[in-house]
């Protein structure tokens, strides 16, 4: 039998082991201990932002840290942090998964939804998702993914959205619990 999404199937198996692994709270106390170290913590913690399994205590630990904090500078370190985590994840998806992304595209499910979009908007529509995931405090892994999948997107692009949404969503965060 051809299994052509091994490497997706084994993303999702390790989110699934990932779940378990933190829900006896050790990372959330990782991350409590991090936001300790100021600014040099919120860079860790805003990598945790990034991430669908600890997104939640990141940003409550974000909040926390912007009562006694400067926000505006602690969304731009925690910003950082998330750009770093992005860029670990756009990385791994592109070199990693390129093959499988390509298998995907040819499915009959995504030429048929493909030929249904108009070409103008179908441009814009998987970019647009993936800055708006990037840019909510919802985990960034499927908005990376998104974008991962656009060969045209080049990393210096996506550095700067990246930073530039992950950064104002943080201080928007911040700012509406300040």
């Not at 829900?23 to 170290?37: D, G, Y």
């Not at 370190?77 to 093959?99: P, T, Y």
């Not at 992304?101 to 998702?129: D, F, N, S, W």
Request: with cysteine; aromatic share 14%; hydrophobic share 55%.
């Amino acid at each position: 039998m051809d299994w052509k999404y091994k490497k997706f199937t084994l993303l999702f198996v390790s989110f699934a082991i990932a779940y378990f692994l933190i829900s006896n709270q050790a990372l959330e106390q990782l991350l409590v201990r991090l936001s300790e170290l100021d600014y040099f913590g919120a860079f860790f913690v805003g990598m945790g932002f990034a991430y669908g399994f600890t997104a939640a205590p990141a940003t409550a630990i974000l909040i926390l840290m912007g009562k006694t904090t400067n926000i505006f500078l602690l969304a731009v370190v925690a910003g950082c942090g998330a750009l770093a985590a992005d860029l670990l994840i756009i990385r791994f998806i592109r070199h990693s998964f390129h093959e499988e992304i390509e298998h995907l595209k040819a499915e009959r499910i995504v030429k048929y939804i493909t030929r249904h979009i108009p070409p103008k908007v179908g441009y814009y529509l998987l970019p647009v998702m993936g800055w708006l995931i990037i840019a909510s405090p919802l985990p960034d892994e499927i908005g990376v993914i998104l974008l991962g999948a656009d060969e045209k997107l080049k990393e210096s692009q996506f550095i700067l959205a990246s930073w530039l949404l992950n950064t104002i969503g943080l201080f928007v965060i911040l700012m509406l619990t300040k």
